[in-house]
T-cell receptor, first 112, second 115 residues
């Protein structure tokens, strides 16, 4: 049973508009929530994270929102750029463990 | 230091053969992780080292898999008697300390194809 779900396999957005990627998780015990970005033939690259004591974290064009009651997190990219086209994975973990649990990913395509 | 290095980048092997992959983490990172990614899936945790000690193993790591990190630096992942289901991207990652907030640094992976 999947503990982390990214229900949209793909998302297409125009350059300059907002991209919103969503992720749902099942276990309320997770402490950390991360987003990774992956280009073809490369390993995932850490993008941004948030801990369970926060509901928002911002880094430049990237903002992650956490809704603990809904067990939902989202990544907003504003404005979207063609270089943002990649696969985005959300991942969750807890302080007691070391493994991150990843979703299946969402492929973002930003067209110019 | 240019990041996490994995070798080889690609490996094609016949079913039943043994294969070994190498990972060189970022030098100051004491934690090293192996993950596996199959088509259409996210990375799945296999095992974790703190320095030379293997502290955690996933149920995905069958008896045919063995990982080592002999001096707390590079690590090897060996798969014995490979099966077609072992075809995947094998990812190594490293981190310093326990703070998951900063994530891991992944290497580019080794793509294994079992024919």
């Amino acid at each position: 049973d999947q503990q982390v779900k990214q229900n949209s396999p793909s998302l297409s957005v125009q350059e300059g508009r907002i991209s919103i990627l969503n992720c749902d998780y099942t276990n309320s015990m997770f402490d950390y929530f991360l987003w990774y970005k992956k280009y073809p033939a490369e390993g995932p690259t850490f993008l941004i994270s948030i801990s369970s004591i926060k509901d928002k974290n911002e880094d430049g064009r990237f903002t992650v929102f956490l809704n603990k009651s809904a067990k939902h997190l989202s990544l907003h990219i504003v404005p979207s750029q063609p270089g943002d086209s990649a696969v985005y994975f959300c991942a969750v973990g807890n302080q007691a463990g070391t493994a991150l649990i990843f979703g299946k990913g969402t492929t973002l395509s930003v067209s110019s | 230091d240019t990041g996490v290095s994995q070798d080889p980048r690609h490996k094609i092997t016949k079913r039943g053969q043994n294969v070994t992959f190498r990972c060189d983490p970022i030098s100051e990172h004491n934690r090293l992780y192996w993950y596996r990614q199959t088509l259409g899936q996210g990375p799945e945790f296999l095992t974790y080292f703190q320095n030379e000690a293997q502290l955690e193993k996933s149920r995905l790591l069958s008896d045919r898999f063995s990982a080592e990190r002999p001096k707390g630096s590079f690590s090897t992942l060996e798969i014995q008697r490979t099966e077609q289901g072992d075809s995947a991207m094998y990812l190594c990652a490293s981190s310093f300390g326990r703070e998951l907030f900063w994530g891991y640094t992944f290497g580019s992976g080794t793509r294994l194809t079992v024919v």
